[in-house]
């Protein structure tokens, strides 16, 4: 299959939340992940529902992949995690680096209990209530040792222990960072977790409470660059990160559902669902806000909640931004370097190949 040669991102899943959206355009957007290629290179951010399909259907496979980042340890983001490492060792070639899985560590604490409890609730898993992604992975893949073990011991496969590689990623000690107390320092400038001969990746706090470490990645090629909000309120970190981008793809949310969905529950739980996604989310206003600020080329909408919302309504905003403003299906390839006969400038969207 033909690929463009020029760095781009395919829009693999581009709805947001730990549900499948039903009602009307529900199952048009899976759940949400990127992948940066880069000379055919692929580096996966996020892990949401159906991302290995998502993967197979853009004519990749995780043998393609060189690194996965997870922008922080939601289940949206990381549900699939275990399906691209299980399904994913048919595809591996031998002799092939194992696969880095790069994101949040161990938080470190508990988050504060909502001010809406009447009784605090009790945590899951109090021994290790926590864990990063190092930790995650591990015991994921533990917990599919029957199947691997029979893989492993009867038709010679490798184990996932071997071909893939997570860790954490090591917040700068001067930061100040305490994932209650100051979770998006703002001392902090963007520092790097990860280089190769085709990329360099850094990363920021970013505003996403009450989960911590939050990040946003940004991809340095020698073609262009983009940025990768992950999920956030607005955030000076993130301005900063992505200053100067070519693209900026930023999670939006409808408000309006927000507020049709528990703004007529008269319950606890409904309130403190609704003081989540205010001091957690973004609106596409706010993303545009950012974008201006931070300068970028291209802004992309992505992490669309709810994933049914018609497109329309993402894209009625688009007018107030000065760049090109995008709200791409699933499956579309987003151009942000300028090199190679087949790129075009950042923000046009075409669609990838298999579709």
Known sequence: MNHPTAPHVVTLGTAG???????????????????????????????GTGVGNQLMKAGYSVGDVRSIFLTHLHSDHTIDLASLAVFG???????????RIIGPGDRGA????????????TPLNPASPTPGTAEMFERLMHAHATDLNDRIIDALRPSPADRFAASDIEIPAASGYHPNENPTPASLEPFEVYRDERVTVTATLVEHPPIAPAFAFRFDTAGGSVTISGDTAPCDNLVRLATGT???LHEAIDFDWV???????DTEEARASMDHHRRSHTSPAQAIRIA???????????HLVPGTTPVDV???????????????????IIHFGGAG??????GTTEMAATR
């Open 17 to 47: 939340g730990p549900r499948w959206w039903t009602g009307e355009n529900a199952g048009r957007r899976a759940g949400i992940s990127t992948a940066v290629v880069v000379d055919g290179a692929v580096y996966l951010v996020d892990a």
């Open 89 to 99: 060792l048919f595809t591996l070639r031998a002799g092939q680096d194992p696969v």
């Open 110 to 121: 508990l988050p504060p209990v909502s001010p809406r409890a009447v009784t605090p609730p």
């Open 246 to 248: 070519d693209l900026l």
């Open 259 to 265: 507020e049709r969905s528990y703004g007529g529950q």
């Open 292 to 302: 201006e600020r931070a300068g970028a080329s291209a802004l992309a909408l992505h």
């Open 314 to 332: 993402w894209r009625s905003h688009g007018a107030s931004f000065s760049g090109d403003f995008l709200v791409p299906d699933d499956l579309d």
């Open 341 to 346: 006969d087949d790129a075009g400038a950042a």
